[in-house]
């Protein structure tokens, strides 16, 4: 597995991401439209992808919460991929590299139907804490947090 660091121009990002909208759309049923609001990723300047023999299998990125903290975005591993590790090692690449630019602190937020991505979260020890901003009244919305140490 090879991971690079790049940005929301990159077009095996934008391809990784129109397959997580396209699940997305399913899963999130009638409040698509509310959460895709939010996922602009023309915003995402830190970038993780990451390929197996060259072909992209999966993809995250990070965004400035606050001074202190930064939300993780658009988290997604190709189903034909998954079971090999890519989402542990992007969001570990992504905890990195969070770090390195001195935040101490990942929050975000996941819909309660994203049954794995739930248990992904909770795996990589982060803890579910109130919604919050857009999410605060959204009852399929699952908001974590983890402080990097």
């Known amino acids: 597995m090879n991971l690079v660091r790049t940005n929301s121009e990159n077009d095996d990002f934008v391809y990784l991401v129109k397959q997580l909208d396209a699940y997305l759309k399913i899963t999130d049923g009638e409040e698509h439209d509310f959460y895709n609001q939010y996922n602009n990723i023309d915003v995402l300047k830190h970038v993780i992808v990451a390929y197996i023999d060259n072909k992209p299998v999966g993809c995250g990125a990070f965004k400035e919460?606050?001074?202190?903290?930064?939300?993780?975005?658009?988290?997604?591993?190709?189903?034909d991929a998954r079971g090999n590790g890519i989402?542990?090692?992007?969001l570990e690449a992504l905890e990195i590299w969070t770090k390195e630019l001195?935040?101490?602190t990942c929050i975000l937020e996941t819909g309660i139907r994203q049954v794995e991505a739930?248990?992904?979260?909770?795996?990589?020890?982060?803890?579910?804490?109130?919604?919050?901003?857009?999410y605060a009244t959204m009852?399929?919305?699952?908001?974590?947090?983890?402080?990097?140490?």
């Open 65 to 79: 919460f606050n001074k202190n903290s930064v939300e993780i975005k658009r988290m997604f591993t190709n189903p």
């Open 118 to 134: 739930v248990s992904f979260y909770k795996k990589s020890k982060y803890q579910i804490i109130p919604n919050y901003g857009q």
């Open 87 to 90: 989402a542990s090692a992007v």
């Open 102 to 104: 001195q935040y101490n």
């Open 139 to 149: 009852e399929n919305s699952l908001c974590f947090e983890k402080e990097l140490i």
